[in-house]
């Protein structure tokens, strides 16, 4: 499996691979690896629509953050803001800490916080720190950061009609002016250049943000929601507001409505959503190993499925959970005990959670509800539950875009 934050020799291995993914506009690859035009000095998803520089044009990157280091800038045409993120598979290589710190990057753990402070709460020292992720993810901690500052920033430029003001400081930047001057410094553009020529977009309710959520298809939207509770309660730095989602599986993504009281906690916000609803899954990867494992006909009935995560606490469900004591698992699989349950699901590892979930769904008498947006009333409370939003998932399944 290509992973973007494997170890160092990944990309020259790959290349092959990269380059074919390209010229098939693979969307598999989405989010696994980003192409830079050495001409144009742009990096674009393996899946744009745009016509693509001949190979030897052609620069692979582990992440939209080392893309941008090399001084390329993101696409306007297929957005690399919007690739969904890694998958459990990518990460399996990766050290604890390295996952660890990337995740609550990601979710915005250096916007106004030093690096220090970081590796103080990772329990390491800052040269540590930092040395780990420029091993393990090429990039700097504080590279890391501004990157996902700026696609936030280009998303809501974008997407939204919030005041660039806002879009600055809801993308985690300080002040206007350094949002500014970074953002022409990287991309070579006023931030105002994004708005021209936007497509029309369709209105969002009661002054509510409408941003997307892109995944690899397929995904099992039904089993997933109707796995999720109506309504739920999150805990953060006290703010509150209303959510709501839908799945658009034509686009390939889901749709959010963000409550503007929830602007201040944007980039957590979605990093936990795409942890709740498994967003960066793999399920080419998934589904196939599955379906060799015995459960061909579950997958088949489920493609893309998805596992669930707490949305109270905004956290990802672990991959590779598996309880072989339940006896609706052990009726479903036709196992006789845990023990012989156990055995089997040996052939589902790393994935025995999805394997359980799958199981589950089939022998769940509920009827399905049709699909309609869910709404969800987010709460967020305390100023130190930014570290619980954070939380590590054990697995490491949940590095968010
Ligand atoms: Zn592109």
Known sequence: MVSAVAPKSAPALHREAYQLAVDARDARFDGVFYVGITTTRVYCRPCCPSRMAYHQHRRFFDSAAAAERAGFRPCLRCRPELAPGRGATALAAVPRLAQLATQRIAAGALNGHSVADLAAQLGVSERHLRRSLVREVRVSP???ARTHRLLLAKRLLVDTDLPVTRVAYASGFQSLRRFNAVFRDQYRMQPSALRRNRPARPSAPDGSLRLTLSYRRPLAWE????????????????????????????DEHVVVHIGESLLPVLMPLIAGLRRVFDLDAEPAVIDAHLSAGGLESLVARWPGVRLPGKLE???GAQPDAFNANRRSLQRAAGAQSARELLAMSERWRPWRAYAAQLLR??????????????????????????DVLVQPVKCGSCRSS
């Open 361 to 386: 769904l089939s022998v769940d008498s509920l009827p399905f509800i049709p699909t309609s947006p869910r709404r969800f009333s987010v709460r967020l409370t305390a100023a130190s539950d930014l």
């Open 223 to 250: 089993a997933l929601i109707n796995s999720l509770p109506q309504e739920g309660t999150v805990a953060i730095e006290g703010h509150s507001g209303i959510l709501s989602v839908d799945n658009s599986p034509a």
């Open 313 to 315: 606490t905004l956290e």
């Open 142 to 144: 504080l590279d890391l």
